[in-house]
């Protein structure tokens, strides 16, 4: 895992936590917190910043509706992870390994490595209809363009690299709670 300087507060936002207790919803060991403005994701272990990663999230900014190609803002969980042990570089379509980047039709992959496929947990914002981030199949994955990382580059997902996302899916569990924010 890349360790990145911790500029940020090393405690939990008050708009997670808020969202948490509205839904009375227990702690969960683990969160994750993504910045859309930092493009970061930050790891927190216990209510305490642990780690922080550099991400990608959509090229197209924020936003919640089916075909927007934008990220979701809100509360989400893990729902599903997909891809345990499978080699970096993995290349997934529909969830299901259809090669490697070291295969030229593969070498500009968008979802490789690792699937943590979120759900949102905010009825009408994030969860049902048209806004649903799992029926949008919004996922933390890695990408073939290693180099993307860092700035908006995806179609919605969360990018990260394959050194930062394969030992943060073997840490995290199904149910993890994570926090799309702007700031």
Known sequence: MTLLPMTASSNLPAAFLRARGVRNMEPTDFALVVSIAGQRVSLFEKNRLAKEFPCSTSRFGVGRTEGSNCTPLGLHRIAEKIGAGAPAGTVFQA???????????FADAKITTRILWLEGLEPGFNRGGNVDSRAR???????????S???PASCGCIHLADADLVPLFDRLPVGTLVWIAER
Request: no cysteine; charged share 10%; net charge positive.
């Open 137 to 147: 199949y919004i996922y933390i994955h890695g990408t073939a363009d290693q180099t």
């Open 149 to 151: 990382i860092g700035r």
């Open 95 to 105: 969830r299901q390994i259809v090669g490697h980047t070291s295969q030229p039709q």
